[in-house]
């Protein structure tokens, strides 16, 4: 599982961005000339499969629900690319949604992983290790820069312009490997293998199983397999940052199955089962952001060699780890027993809760 800041690359000293700057003059003007470069009509062809359902039936065939899966998914990642890049980092919401659907993609590959082209699969899987990491730190950032932005009475007026200006600074930077990716896959026609990949989906296995052939019966299944842990997880001691983020990435993965899985079953499972994992994953992830930033300001305050930097990073760590007690102790106060088995009753209309959890190395990562 992927571990808060895993994915961060490690921060640059002054003199290494400062060296940078002709590497990042390169790409800013292949992507200046790129602006005309996007893929001809894919952008309106894309905007008719936003939903982040993948609308099926119970009896439609796995494999046809793989493909649709994919081809949205993969369609809404090279949308959200294009746009992370095209337009202004201000705008960003395309950041936030291309790591979004780079992990929606991932879900939807393991879950139907063996109905996947083995190669392409692999290559596949390595393009969106690339721009989860890629997007990863400007996401990050943009978060921080917002939620201080907006909460900078609490921050003392020097130490708010100096936080302020760095984030800025280090969000910047932090563009850069999002142009690179897109140039990158660019060259190597993306759309065009994504197109390739999603033909090739079929099943794999000389042997059929029980649940190879339709949906319904695969998403009681699949879904079992990931609802048991998250279960286990929401009933876990939450003491600690720790145990928070492992509920956090349970319920992600959680979440991604259900979008998917939605069509093979009653329309409860998407009005009201759904918005309560949505909501469970939501505050979690706000308290996992004071976490992520205080890791960040720890990178920070070794590289800086300003003192009122330093001082100003101090400041916002004390804030950060304040504001994530305080987003704590409210979780706790409303995750209470009755609400934790509220959603396990609800589950278990849906999925059989003795069913084994899969293994570790294939569950998802955060």
Not at 126 to 150: C, F, I, N, P, S
Not at 241 to 257: G, P, T
Not at 267 to 277: A, G, K, T
Request: aromatic share 8%; hydrophobic share 40%.
């Amino acid at each position: 599982m992927e571990i808060v800041g895993q994915l961060l690359q490690s921060t640059p000293s002054t003199s290494q961005r400062r060296s940078s700057a002709g590497r990042v003059a390169s790409v800013r003007a292949k992507t200046d000339a790129g602006k005309a470069e996007a893929i001809p009509g894919t952008t309106r062809r894309r905007m008719a499969r936003s939903s982040k359902w993948i609308e099926s039936r119970p009896d439609d065939r796995v494999e046809d629900v793989a493909r649709r899966a994919l081809e949205a998914r993969l369609e809404r990642l090279w949308h959200f690319l294009e746009l992370a890049v095209l337009e202004p980092p201000s705008e960003a919401e395309n950041v936030h949604q291309l790591r979004v659907y780079a992990r929606r993609t991932a879900a939807a590959m393991e879950i139907f992983n063996d109905w996947l082209p083995r190669r392409r699969g692999r290559w596949m899987a390595k393009q969106l290790k690339r721009v989860r990491k890629a997007a990863g730190e400007a996401r990050d950032l943009d978060v921080l820069h917002m939620r201080w932005t907006e909460r900078r009475q609490e921050i003392p007026g020097d130490e708010a312009a100096l936080l302020l200006d760095e984030v800025s600074s280090r969000r910047r930077d932090a563009q850069l490997p999002i142009e690179e990716t897109f140039h990158k896959l660019a060259r190597k026609r993306f759309p065009r293998r994504a197109e390739q990949f999603v033909k090739r989906i079929r099943l794999r296995t000389s042997a059929p199983g029980p649940c190879d052939e339709r949906l319904d019966c695969l998403a009681r299944a699949a879904l079992g397999r990931l609802v048991v842990p998250y279960l286990k997880a929401a009933a876990a001691e939450m003491s600690d940052a720790e145990a928070l983020h492992a509920f956090r990435i349970q319920s992600k993965q959680v979440r991604y199955a259900m979008e998917i899985f939605g069509g093979a079953f009653d329309p409860e499972f998407r009005q009201e089962l759904y918005p309560i994992v949505e909501s469970l994953q939501d505050r979690l992830g706000a308290i996992n952001d004071h976490v992520t930033a205080q890791q960040y300001l720890a990178d920070w305050r070794g590289a800086t060699c300003s003192c009122a930097l330093e001082r100003a990073i101090e400041v916002g760590n004390q804030l950060e780890r304040s504001w994530f007690e305080v987003r704590r102790r409210e979780f706790l106060e409303w995750w209470t027993v009755e609400r934790r088995d509220d959603l396990a009753g609800r589950f278990a209309r849906y999925v059989d809760l003795e069913t084994p959890a899969a293994p570790p190395d294939a569950q998802s990562s955060g």
